[in-house]
């Protein structure tokens, strides 16, 4: 493990960009079904209240923003100027700023790349930062479709982007900058599509975590080289739990989940059959989600009550 893989690990820990479930209480997920960690890797930029305060930033400023003519130019450089200011004022964010500058600097010809690309929204916490690293223009991604170029000026230097008209970037080459893949669909739907409207071709992505849950293969067949400073498996929490993150019993709790989730979240009700009835029993969210995972009997008859 080198050390740009080495301080994005810790630093998923330190900042609770990866939380590990206490190992008789793994965490429930919208569709009813468990888990023993989450992850929120935009939880890097500061730790989660820098991170959900530039969330809450960019969602004013995108309604503000819908309203100008041309939509959508404003906010870029509203997002730089936050994203720059904290890789030099956030000890944590500049560590993780450092760590994909050197990254793309290993394993990236940055010569054979024209400009660096974010998708909406968490994107944007990195792909910013790393355009301004290497002086590359910045193409903003939006949900619908929109593209606008620019806003990724020197701290302080207000620039606007410009929107992207269908083929003005023909020929073009673009890396793009993802804080995690899972199985890919936003490529697959939204930015790879947006960049070969415009003429040009995502050739590269790098991602600061991989999920390994298909990614890699989805952007393979998309002609796209993958890269990823970090990915989620057994190792990480091996190292995880010989540097204190974790202990024992959340580390087998975990590793069992990495090999067969299914299986393992079943093994875990029946070893804990109080566990579904004391969700029950608590209302709000956890309520609805328990009551979900029994109706979907996504556990099979351990989920009986």
């Known amino acids: 493990m080198n050390a740009t893989q080495e301080t994005i690990e810790r630093l998923l820990f330190e900042t609770g960009a990866i939380r590990v479930a206490p190992e008789d209480r793994p965490f429930w997920s919208t569709s009813g079904t468990l888990g023993p960690y989450y992850c929120n890797t935009h939880f890097r930029f500061g730790g989660e209240p820098a991170a959900a305060e530039l969330l809450a930033l960019i969602d004013d400023e995108s309604q503000k923003d819908a309203g100008r003519q041309p939509p959508g130019c404003v906010l870029p450089a509203k997002i730089a100027e936050r994203v720059l200011g904290a890789a030099e004022d956030d000890a944590r964010f500049r560590a993780v700023a450092d760590c994909i500058s050197a990254y793309l600097e290993s394993h990236v010809d940055m010569a054979r790349v024209d400009f660096i690309s974010g998708g909406e929204r968490r994107d944007w916490f990195f792909s910013f930062v790393a355009a301004s690293r290497f002086s590359l223009p910045h193409l903003t991604i939006y949900k619908?479709?929109?593209?606008?170029?620019?806003?990724?000026?020197?701290?302080?230097?207000?620039?606007?982007?410009?929107?992207?008209?269908?083929?003005?970037?023909?020929?073009?080459?673009?890396?793009?900058?993802?804080?995690?893949?899972?199985?890919?669909?936003?490529?697959?739907?939204?930015?790879?599509?947006?960049?070969?409207?415009?003429?040009?071709?995502?050739t590269t992505s790098l991602t600061i975590i991989d999920r390994l849950q298909g990614g890699g293969a989805a952007l393979a067949k998309l002609g796209i080289e993958h890269l990823a400073i970090a990915s989620i498996d057994a190792g990480l929490f091996d190292r995880a739990l010989a540097a204190g993150y974790v202990n024992e019993r959340q580390h087998a709790l975990v590793l069992g989940y990495l090999s067969d989730p299914n299986a393992a979240m079943r093994a875990f009700l029946a070893e804990h059959p109080g566990f579904l009835r004391s969700a029950l029993d608590s209302g709000g969210k956890d309520a609805e989600r328990a009551r979900l995972c029994i109706e979907s009997r996504v556990y099979g008859s351990v989920t009986k009550i």
């Open 144 to 202: 619908d479709g929109r593209m606008v170029l620019g806003g990724a000026p020197p701290r302080g230097a207000g620039d606007t982007a410009v929107p992207v008209a269908d083929g003005s970037l023909a020929g073009l080459r673009c890396l793009h900058v993802s804080d995690l893949i899972t199985e890919a669909s936003s490529y697959v739907r939204a930015w790879a599509p947006a960049a070969a409207r415009a003429g040009a071709r995502i």
